[in-house]
C-alpha cells in the first residue's frame, strides 16, 4: 500500500501543472457547492421561522373537521321522509369547556398554548370607520406564543396588561388614522356594542395587510364586545419542534374533537416549492462538481498514456491488476481529499464574505443581511460528493491501466 501510495504521488506531482489544474477545479467546486447550498438553504431556513414565527405551530378552532349529522339521520339512516329548511339552535359559538382543553393541551411535552377570541369590528375616530380583526388575548399567555412582542414600536403587551380597557394597533392603521399613544378610539362590535378604548401600544410587523387590520385587547373585554361570555374560539399552540407539529395537531384533534390544523397542512403548497426548488439547487451545485471532475479523468487519463510503459514493467514485477488500478484511485483520491479541504476553507470565507452583505430594497426600512445557514451536513455533503466524482474519475483510467499486458508492451506491439 506504502508503495502504491507513492507512486500515486509521483505521478501527480509529476505533472504539476496539470494536478493543480484538477486541484482547482475541485476547490472551486466545493466552495461553489457551499456558498449556494449555504444561501439556499439559509433562505429557506429563514422563509420557514418567519412564516412558523408569525403564525401559530397549531391553531385550535371552535369548528369539527367534519358537520355533525342531524339527530334525525342518525335515528333513521333509512327513511323515507327528509326533513329540509330546519332553522338550527342558536347558540354562542366557541370552544365549550375551554379551559379543561387548554389545560391538556398544555400539559403535552415542550407545548405552550393561549386562548384567543377572535371577532370582526368597526374602529372610528374622528369620523372614519375601518373594519378591523379584534382578537381578546391573555397578555401573558400570548408572549409565550406569539411573536407579537418584538414587533411593538411603543407599548408592549404588559402595557395592555395594566390598562384592561386598552387596545394595541398596528403602524399602519395608527398612521391611516393619524393615531398616536394615549389616542381614544371608539370600537363597534357586530352585535352593536360600542366601547371607548385607550390606545396602549403600537407594533409594526411589516405585512402591511396585518398591520392595517389586525388589534388585540384584553379577553375579557373583548368577550363583552362579542356578547361571547367566557368563550374563547381559538387556541393558539407553540411547539419547541415545529416539525412535530402536524402530528401534536392529529393527538389533539382526536382527543379533544376540535378541528386542528398544523402550520405544515396550512402550508402544504409553499412546503412542496421548497423541495422542488431543493431538488434544483443541489441538481445546479452538483453538476459543478461532475465538471470537476472531468480535469482529474482528464489529468489521470493522461497519466496512464504517458505511463504505459511503466505500468508494463510493474505488472512484470509482480503487480496485479487491481494493485496497478489502485495507484490510480489513489490519485483521484489525493486531489478529491485536498481539493475538498481547501474548497472548505475557501467555502468558508465565502459564507463569512456573504453574511456582511447588507441589502436595503426600494421601499423597505430595515436593511437585510443574506440568510447563510452553517449546518454541518452541507459540509459532509460537499466533502463527500467531491471525493466519490474524484473517484469516479479516476476509476475509468484506472481500469485501463489495469488492463495493459505487458508482454505486448515491453515487446513494442501496437
Do not use: C
Not at 379551559?99 to 384567543?116: D, F, S, W
Not at 373594519?131 to 401573558?140: H, I
Not at 360600542?194 to 410587523?205: E, L, P, Q
Not at 505511463?307 to 508494463?312: E, L, N
Amino acid at each position: 500500500m506504502a508503495i502504491q501510495l507513492d507512486i500515486a504521488i509521483t505521478h501527480l506531482t509529476s505533472r504539476k501543472r496539470q494536478t493543480l489544474v484538477s486541484l482547482v477545479g475541485v476547490v472551486l467546486g466545493v466552495a461553489f457547492f457551499l456558498a449556494v447550498s449555504s444561501l439556499m438553504r439559509g433562505s429557506e431556513k429563514d422563509f420557514i421561522e418567519r412564516l412558523v414565527d408569525n403564525s401559530p405551530h397549531i391553531t385550535v378552532s371552535d369548528e369539527f373537521r367534519t358537520a355533525g349529522r342531524q339527530p334525525a339521520a342518525l335515528a333513521w339512516p333509512d327513511g323515507a321522509v327528509r326533513i329540509s329548511n330546519v332553522k338550527p339552535q342558536t347558540e354562542t359559538r366557541g370552544i365549550r369547556g375551554w379551559r379543561q382543553k387548554l389545560e391538556y393541551v398544555e400539559a403535552l411535552p415542550g407545548v405552550r398554548a393561549a386562548p384567543v377570541l377572535m371577532g370582526s369590528a368597526v374602529l372610528t375616530f374622528a369620523g372614519r370607520e375601518e373594519g378591523v380583526s379584534l382578537s381578546g388575548v391573555v397578555p401573558a399567555m400570548m408572549k409565550e406564543v406569539s411573536t407579537i412582542e418584538d414587533r411593538f414600536v411603543e407599548g408592549s403587551l404588559d402595557t395592555l396588561a395594566a390598562n384592561p380597557n386598552g387596545i394595541v394597533i398596528g403602524q399602519g392603521l395608527a398612521d391611516k388614522f393619524d393615531l398616536d399613544m394615549g389616542s381614544t378610539v371608539s370600537v363597534v362590535s357586530a352585535t352593536g356594542v360600542t366601547r371607548a378604548m385607550k390606545v396602549v401600544g403600537i407594533f409594526r410587523t411589516g405585512n402591511a395587510a396585518y398591520d392595517e387590520s389586525q388589534t388585540f385587547a384584553a379577553l375579557k373585554r373583548v368577550q363583552v364586545l362579542l356578547d361571547r361570555p367566557n368563550r374563547v374560539n381559538r387556541l393558539i399552540v407553540q411547539l419547541d419542534d415545529p416539525h412535530r407539529a402536524r402530528d401534536v395537531a392529529t393527538e389533539v384533534e382526536r382527543t379533544i374533537g376540535y378541528k386542528s390544523v398544523s402550520w405544515i397542512e396550512a402550508t402544504e403548497d409553499i412546503q412542496s416549492v421548497l423541495q422542488v426548488r431543493n431538488v434544483i439547487m443541489y441538481s445546479v451545485v452538483s453538476a459543478i462538481l461532475v465538471v470537476a471532475s472531468f480535469g482529474i479523468y482528464n489529468t489521470i487519463s493522461t497519466i496512464v498514456m504517458e505511463k504505459t510503459r511503466d505500468i508494463a514493467i510493474l505488472k512484470s514485477m509482480g503487480f496485479r491488476a487491481a494493485d496497478v488500478q489502485r495507484v490510480f484511485l489513489y490519485e483521484g483520491l489525493i486531489v478529491g481529499a485536498i481539493g475538498s479541504f481547501a474548497g472548505l476553507l475557501a467555502g468558508m470565507a465565502i459564507m463569512k464574505g456573504l453574511e456582511q452583505v447588507a441589502l436595503k430594497p426600494p421601499g423597505v426600512n430595515d436593511v437585510i443581511h443574506l440568510p447563510v445557514w452553517w449546518g454541518a451536513d452541507q459540509f459532509v455533503l460537499a466533502t463527500a460528493f467531491a471525493v466519490l466524482s474524484s473517484l469516479a474519475a479516476a476509476w475509468l483510467p484506472a481500469r485501463k491501466a489495469g488492463r495493459v499486458h505487458p508482454v505486448d508492451i515491453l515487446r513494442g506491439a501496437s
